[in-house]
């Protein structure tokens, strides 16, 4: 497995912009599917973006699609998220996953590897 640490995460005002990032541990990272999901106060956590290993494809939950742009950079071993827009509805502890298997995939399940989770505030 690889060992994810999410940073980048903090209060801003609705219509403002974060961009959080996850640095992965390991040198086999770009053979990992990554993907973002988070998880509101008293809600079940959700899926919010994945990207293939070579960051060629990308799936978006409909909440975020338009605002929301998944990257990564393999080189440095990180996956980024750049939130644009933001709502308070966005408020949440956002998680980084990631998984070898081949498919991009939103279920959280397939997902093997998670972070801790960095938390972000909407403020209306």
């Known amino acids: 497995q690889v060992q994810l640490v999410e940073s980048g995460g903090g209060l801003v005002q609705a219509g403002g912009s974060l961009r959080l990032s996850c640095a992965a541990s390991?040198?086999?990272?770009?053979?990992?599917?990554m993907g973002w999901f988070r998880q509101a106060p008293g809600k079940e956590r959700e899926f919010v973006t994945a990207?293939?290993?070579?960051?060629?494809?990308?799936i978006y939950a409909d909440s975020v699609k338009g605002r929301f742009t998944i990257s990564r950079d393999n080189a440095k071993n990180t996956v980024y998220l750049q939130m644009n827009s933001l709502k308070p509805e966005d408020t949440a502890v956002y998680y980084c996953?990631?998984?070898?298997?081949?498919?991009?995939?939103?279920?959280?399940?397939?997902?093997?590897?998670w972070g801790q989770g960095t938390q972000v505030t909407v403020s209306s």
């Open positions: 390991g040198r086999t990272f770009s053979s990992y599917v």
């Open positions: 996953a990631a998984n070898q298997g081949l498919g991009v995939h939103n279920a959280e399940n397939y997902y093997e590897s």
């Open positions: 990207i293939s290993w070579s960051g060629g494809y990308t």
